[in-house]
């Protein structure tokens, strides 16, 4: 079993669309939480960190969900450039301060016109 | 602002060459990370460093070897290369927060290597 699992997609959605992704992470121990994302031929960047309470940053929602270990992203009024793959990301908390994270596959997301 | 920077964006290289994969981060962060990305497997870890001549393993190690003399610089080198490493490589550094154990990663362009 992957240590974090995300449906691959492709999500195609109209623009304007509600879209909601999940990722489930195995390790209990887990402590920090963040989605990336990464467009087409492009390295990842930092899209925002997943805290215990929820938090939200313009139309994107992160939660986390400890019991279930469970993250989700969710988009609100889908936009044309909200086009990319979106990447479950997870401190294990296993090696200190090394800062290694663990990474999904990615959930790949097409907005349409 | 952080700038990741990788010596190549593409590389060509034959079967059984030696390869190096350069990697420069202007932040004067600790921690640096060299990962493979390919269809349907996402990033896989290959190593990463925590400070200057320190090295752990990652995921898969296995054909490589790194290389970091000096804070802002780390090296991925294939002793001799293989087409099963042909692939998406990429570099990234982060500085450690004591409250978090975590700090973002930044990653560099990346390099398309295809070894023929």
């Known amino acids: 079993r992957k240590e974090v699992e995300q449906d691959p997609g492709p999500f195609n959605v109209p623009e304007g669309a509600t879209v909601a992704f999940n990722c489930t992470y195995s390790?209990?121990?887990?402590?920090?939480f963040f989605w990336y994302r990464q467009d087409c031929r492009k390295e990842p960047k930092l899209l925002m960190s997943?805290?215990?309470s929820g938090n939200e940053d313009g139309r994107f929602t992160a939660q986390l969900n400890r019991a279930s270990q469970y993250i989700s992203l969710l988009i609100r009024d889908s936009k044309l450039s909200d086009s990319a793959t979106y990447l479950c990301v997870v401190n294990n908390g296993l090696h200190g301060n090394t800062g290694k994270l663990i990474f999904g596959q990615g959930t790949t997301l097409q907005v349409k016109p | 602002d952080v700038k990741v920077t990788q010596s190549s964006r593409y590389l060509v290289k034959r079967t059984g060459e030696k390869v190096f994969l350069e990697c420069v981060q202007d932040m004067d962060h600790e921690n640096m990370f060299w990962y493979r990305q390919d269809p349907g497997l996402g990033l896989r870890l290959i190593y990463f460093?925590?400070?200057?001549?320190?090295?752990e393993k990652g995921d898969i190690p296995e054909g490589y070897s790194v290389s970091r003399e000096k804070k802002e610089r780390f090296s991925l080198i294939l002793e001799s290369a293989s087409t099963n490493q042909t692939s998406m490589y990429l570099c990234?550094?982060?500085?450690?927060?004591?409250?978090?154990?975590?700090?973002?990663?930044?990653f560099g362009p990346g390099t398309r290597l295809t070894v023929l």
């Open positions: 460093s925590y400070d200057v001549k320190m090295k």
């Open positions: 990234a550094s982060s500085s450690p927060q004591l409250a978090t154990l975590t700090d973002t990663q930044y």
């Open positions: 997943v805290y215990s």
């Open positions: 390790n209990s121990a887990s402590q920090s």
